[in-house]
């Protein structure tokens, strides 16, 4: 079973004014919201959550509008939620709230041309659970998780503050209450955050540029001809790899080493091509795999969305050599530089997302130090 990623990010969007964070708040907030969700597998295992649970649901008729304007329905259950923080839409009672929410919704079909409010549900600050496009209909809330995501949003806070107790609470609720009635997985693990706004994580120093690391092209190794989806770019992830095969530590042995993965992927067990966007060797060089435009096929999830780096051996007792270090951080920086990677995007190992030991325990213990990794 694939476990649910639950995804923490805020959704900036200009006309509702912009929320701004200390680094003492961020840290509060996500240890409330990582004590809170630590609670649901308790309370829905304990069976003490039910229909009543949520009796304090706001309908969307209540807050002033009728049937749903979205019609792309959502296959249940769904094994990812993403909740957002919505700034500048402070309120503290049902009808102030009912307002906000009316104009949230005008916002997102007028403005953005959206078919109606982008989430599925939205709790606010007073501690009410407001009716989105609901359960069975996709929301237009994080490109990429609309077909397979819940999206939640807290919104009436007072600006740069957490979400309510009342409204901490009425979140925690509403998720067990979709785990228990089979709109969400049961299988979950601990968030993370994704760093796409400025709300709810701080914001990384910006790294000197460098100049971008040579490349080992495909017609350089002789790479075969295919035709693999397209990426979709900026990507917000940077996936750290490795192949758990054998490494390389010279050009000739390295391009040697590429164009077989190539074939061995492709004759046996019909992939695309190789499955990575990038792979990096032993003698310091970048050897280019699907490159930058197309899909990696080693993510399920992600490989939308991210870019794939793979250090070519095994690193679970001894980690890459510096040169081969130096060339990946490279090549990340050169990456948000060109425009391939959104400069808050978020650096993770391929075991933070994908049940597997890459990219070894020696090379994790050391991408847990570089910028941007996942909280």
């Known amino acids: 079973m694939l ?25 509060h907030l996500s240890e409330r919201l990582q004590d809170l969700f630590g609670n649901i597998s308790q309370l829905t295992g304990k069976g003490r959550l039910d229909l009543y649970d949520v009796s304090t649901m706001v309908s969307r008729v209540e807050w ?21 923080h919505l700034p500048g839409l402070e309120c503290h009672d049902q009808t102030t709230c009912s307002q906000r929410v009316l104009e949230l919704q005008a916002h ?6 959206w ?14 659970v407001y009716e989105g496009v609901g359960w069975g209909v996709q929301g237009v809330h994080t490109q990429g998780y609309n077909n397979i995501s819940l ?61 971008c690391p040579d490349i080992v092209t495909r017609s350089a190794w002789e790479a075969r001809e295919t035709h693999c989806p397209k990426l979709t770019l900026p990507a917000k992830y940077a996936v750290i790899i490795h192949t758990a095969e054998r490494t390389c530590n010279t050009s000739e042995e390295c391009r040697r080493l590429v164009q077989t993965m190539q074939s061995l992927l492709m004759d046996r067990f019909d992939s695309c091509d190789i499955p990575y966007n990038f792979l990096v060797g032993q003698d310091g060089a970048i050897y280019e795999g699907v490159g930058w435009n197309v899909q990696g096929s080693r993510n399920p999830g992600y490989n939308d969305i991210a870019l794939g780096i793979a250090f070519m051996g095994t690193f679970s007792g001894t980690p890459p050599n510096a040169a081969a270090l130096e060339a990946a951080q490279t090549l990340v920086q050169c990456a948000v530089d060109k425009g391939y990677l959104t400069p808050d995007y978020l650096l993770v190992g391929q075991s933070d997302i994908v049940n597997t030991l890459s990219p070894g325990k020696a090379l994790y213990n050391i991408i847990s130090t570089w910028p941007h990794f996942k909280q």
């Open 64 to 84: 002033g509008v009728g049937a749903v304007g979205c019609n792309t329905p959502l296959t249940m259950p769904v094994g990812f939620l993403i909740t957002h």
């Open 3 to 27: 476990p649910w990623l639950l995804v923490f990010s805020t959704l900036s969007l200009g006309a509702w004014g912009d929320s701004s964070w200390d680094k003492t708040q961020v840290k």
């Open 115 to 128: 078919c109606d409010v982008a989430y599925n549900f939205l709790v606010g600050d007073d501690g009410r």
């Open 151 to 211: 999206g939640f949003a807290f919104f009436g806070t007072k600006e740069g503050h957490s979400p309510s107790p009342a409204a901490l609470s009425a979140m925690e609720h509403l998720v067990a209450y979709a785990v228990r009635k089979g709109h969400l997985s049961p299988m979950y693990v601990q968030p993370f955050l994704v760093k796409g706004e400025n709300c709810l994580v701080p914001l990384q120093k910006a790294s000197p540029k460098k100049a």
């Open 108 to 113: 997102h079909v007028h403005k953005n041309s």
